[in-house]
């Protein structure tokens, strides 16, 4: 499969769009929009989100399909505690979290700054308030990938890097820090959230094919929001943050 490579995107200005639902958001970014319903402050291209979705569903499907997987084992706090290389692991619900703020999770890259991260998360991905993913010998956020079948919820004042694509709803709690990407298919719902979008350095390959609208489509590119309780996306099945 042939490579993909990450390029760097100055970010556009900043812009305050007190119209994203439940509150004021500071964008470093666009918001697009399939018609004339979405904020003042929306770019209107519809040609452009079906480009997404479609290419949303494709890194989602290949994410999915990829092998062979590690097997976590299916309890709560699965993923906390671990140092796991680079490869690609599936994991279960738990009753609670997947991830709990006593035991981070450490992504190890053993000095490789190509090294891929992919998690298959087989229903939701909850992570406890206070939780931490960490990299760590090189590993870096836009290397690591969480493909979760329904919802990924974000528990108060989470640290999490990498691009999170699931099939429903994206959440966070409140307060947490991202360095990656938000997409899902139904809604992104922030909380005094702060995403930064997860630029390889040096610009390197990855071994995922995923298509634009995960690497450097504009939509929402290179986006830091921050602000109140906010619901934030496409339309036509794509609610992106990234």
């Known amino acids: 499969m042939s ?11 900043l812009l305050t769009c007190a119209e994203v639902t ?34 949303m569903t494709n890194a ?18 699965q993923l906390g505690g671990q ?33 891929v991260f992919i998690f298959q998360a087989t229903s939701s991905l909850v992570t406890a ?6 990299l760590v010998n090189g590993a870096q956020a836009c290397n690591v990938y969480w493909q979760v079948v329904s919802q990924a919820t974000l528990g108060t004042g989470s640290t999490f890097p990498g691009t999170i694509m699931a099939g429903t709803a994206i959440v966070d ?3 947490s820090t991202v360095n990656g990407r ?13 995403i930064t979008r997860a630029l390889c350095s040096p610009t ?15 939509v929402q590119d290179s986006a830091t929001l921050t602000g109140a309780t906010s619901t934030a996306g496409g339309t036509g099945g794509l609610f992106c943050i990234h």
């Open 83 to 115: 140092t796991l290389t680079a490869g690609v692991y599936r994991f279960g619900g738990a009753t609670t979290a997947n991830l709990t703020a006593a035991n981070p999770l450490t992504l190890d890259a053993l000095g490789d700054p190509n090294a």
């Open 22 to 55: 439940g509150g004021t958001a500071i964008i470093s970014a666009a918001i697009y929009s399939v018609d004339l319903s979405g904020p003042l402050c929306r770019v209107t291209n519809p040609g452009l989100l079906t480009t997404a979705v479609t290419d």
């Open 173 to 175: 709690d409140g307060g």
């Open 204 to 218: 390197i390959a990855t071994t995922l094919s995923v298509p634009s609208v995960v690497t450097d489509s504009p």
């Open 60 to 77: 989602f499907t290949d994410a999915a399909n990829r092998t062979p997987f590690t097997t976590l084992s299916a309890a709560d706090n």
């Open 3 to 13: 490579p993909h490579v990450w390029p760097a995107a100055p970010p556009p200005p």
């Open 182 to 194: 938000f997409l899902a298919q139904s809604a992104v719902t922030l909380n005094n959230t702060t």
């Open 129 to 134: 308030s206070g939780s931490v993913v960490r």
